[in-house]
T-cell receptor, first 114, second 114 residues
Framework: KAGVTQTPRYLIKTRGQQVTLSCSPI?????VSWYQQTPGQGLQFLFE???????NKGNFPGRFSGRQFSNSRSEMNVSTLELGDSALYLC?????????????FGDGTRLSIL | SQQGEEDPQALSIQEGENATMNCSYK?????LQWYRQNSGRGLVHLIL?????REKHSGRLRVTLDTSKKSSSLLITASRAADTASYFC??????????????FGGGTRVLVKP
């Protein structure tokens, strides 16, 4: 089974631009979550999607948004990029939100803001 | 914000030695999970321990959970150079029993010297 696939792997943008990151979950997994990892703040939860609906949202400004498609693939968008948005963005999937199940992570998209 | 703290922040050992790292958290949990991250890569799930479990083993890994002290430990026995990585604990908050949000600790960087 293919793992979680995130594209692109690396991205360089400038302040004020916007960016869209993509995540394809493991086949059969319908729950997708996004995390931001930075040296200063560590790993922080962004949001979670299931059945095309956002179920949980972390403490991030409205510039961060996401969506999930009917095939469970997910995208996240960051508008009006700031220097502090430079981070590794990780996507994780699991079969469903219920129960005690581990998350399966992709290798992330490393976003650098100049 | 991060749920808890990991101790130590960094650990350097010789191949063959055991590595122990600890994690403390603040709220009630459904389960606690340990993940490994190699440099520049995504997180790999190692082990999940439910709140009603006290100890769990998987290969060379042993995890303990003390809910009265809100703490967990991860022991890696007979370490290998390939165990060099950062290790994170993550809690699944029981306040959102059907949720899919993990709250991560700051991680322990482990260096295993050949």
């Amino acid at each position: 089974k293919a793992g979680v696939t995130q594209t692109p792997r690396y991205l360089i943008k400038t302040r004020g631009q916007q960016v869209t990151l993509s995540c394809s979950p493991i086949s059969g997994h319908r729950s997708v979550s996004w995390y931001q990892q930075t040296p200063g703040q560590g790993l922080q939860f962004l949001f979670e999607y299931f059945s095309e609906t956002q179920r949980n949202k972390g403490n991030f400004p409205g510039r961060f948004s996401g969506r999930q498609f009917s095939n469970s693939r997910s995208e996240m968008n960051v508008s009006t990029l700031e220097l502090g948005d430079s981070a590794l963005y990780l996507c994780a999937s699991r079969p469903s939100p219920e129960g005690s199940q581990p998350q399966h992570f992709g290798d992330g998209t490393r976003l650098s803001i100049l | 914000s991060q749920q808890g703290e990991e101790d130590p922040q960094a650990l350097s050992i010789q191949e063959g030695e055991n590595a122990t790292m600890n994690c403390s958290y603040k709220t009630s949990i459904n389960n606690l999970q340990w993940y490994r991250q190699n440099s520049g890569r995504g997180l790999v799930h190692l082990i999940l321990i439910r709140s009603n479990e006290r100890e769990k083993h998987s290969g060379r890994l042993r995890v303990t959970l003390d809910t009265s002290k809100k703490s967990s430990s991860l022991l890696i026995t007979a370490s290998r150079a390939a165990d060099t990585a950062s290790y994170f604990c993550a809690t699944d908050d029981s306040a959102r029993a059907a949720g899919n949000k993990l709250t991560f600790g700051g991680g322990t960087r482990v260096l295993v010297k050949p």
